[in-house]
């Protein structure tokens, strides 16, 4: 695991990636000093150029997630501090905050570890897409699957995931999408109400609080997902109709793809 000192950014990486960090310890130059770099990496059976290639790509890629800088520490130092000069006379701990979360990529590390990076996601070039994916802990976990998906179609995919109630996170970090899991509400679903047989009232309300702030703050599309419908009836055939188990899921769905045309 790499993480920055100064901006928190975590980059799971395997053993040809942590190599290459390594062997900047001391200033290195690019691309003179690749053929060096290849000779750090086991015999991958991959051409010598093609190699060569994937470390000159795997450096910039590095260096755009600023793990690796052009800059000496005395330089780097003075560059933080003009981004957070503007700043000046606020609380010194969420101006820090700021300034990490806009550059935050993957999930909460303490509710999944995401797969290592090695020369493979950085050998070739791709289209860059950012999304802040909103969701419990179940759904942060899906940052890492949707990255690796988006790679299987030559997409580079930026997942910072957060949680529903952070909604200011959309005006703090760049994004080209917004993607919201399954809300905390939906447990509401599958219970009974007081004031009569309404299982999605709660859930489309949390819904309907959560697309209109975010629609406040970002242009950006926005994903919602449906949630799944259940592949269990715990009573069985007893559970048919409005009430069963699986149509409170339905209909819970289908009021949503409602939200969506009222307010999109």
């Not at 010598?48 to 260096?63: G, H, I, K, Q, T």
Request: charged share 30%; net charge negative.
């Amino acid at each position: 695991m790499i993480v920055h000192a100064i901006s928190h950014m975590r980059l799971p990486a395997d053993r040809d990636i942590s190599a290459l960090v390594e062997y900047f310890a001391e200033p290195r130059r690019i691309p003179e000093d690749c053929d060096a770099m290849t000779a750090l990496l086991p015999n991958t059976g991959d051409p010598p150029a093609m190699l060569r290639d994937a470390v000159e790509r795997s450096v910039m890629e590095l260096l755009s997630r600023e793990i690796l800088t052009e800059k000496t520490p005395e330089e780097e130092l003075a560059a933080v501090g003009a981004k957070l000069a503007s700043s000046h006379g606020r609380d010194p701990a969420e101006i820090i905050d700021r300034y990490r979360r806009d550059l935050k990529e993957g999930a909460e590390p303490y509710w999944a570890v995401g797969a290592s990076y090695g020369l493979d996601d950085f050998s070739e070039a791709r289209k860059r897409v950012d999304i802040i994916l909103f969701g419990d802990c179940d759904i942060q976990m899906e940052a890492d699957f949707l990255r690796r998906e988006a790679a299987r179609r030559n997409v580079d995919l930026r997942v910072s995931a957060t949680f529903p109630d952070d909604i200011r996170f959309a005006s703090e970090h760049k994004h080209d999408a917004v993607l919201i899991g399954a809300l905390r509400a939906r447990h509401l679903v599958a219970e009974d109400l007081a004031n009569g047989f309404n299982p999605h009232a709660a859930y489309i309300a949390h819904a309907t609080e959560l697309l209109t702030k975010l629609r406040e703050l970002t242009s950006a599309p926005i994903l919602i997902d449906n949630l799944p419908e259940p592949t269990v009836q715990p009573l069985g055939l007893a559970e048919r109709g409005v009430k069963g188990h699986r149509t409170r899921f339905r209909l819970t769905n289908v009021a949503l793809a409602e939200l969506r045309e009222r307010l999109f």
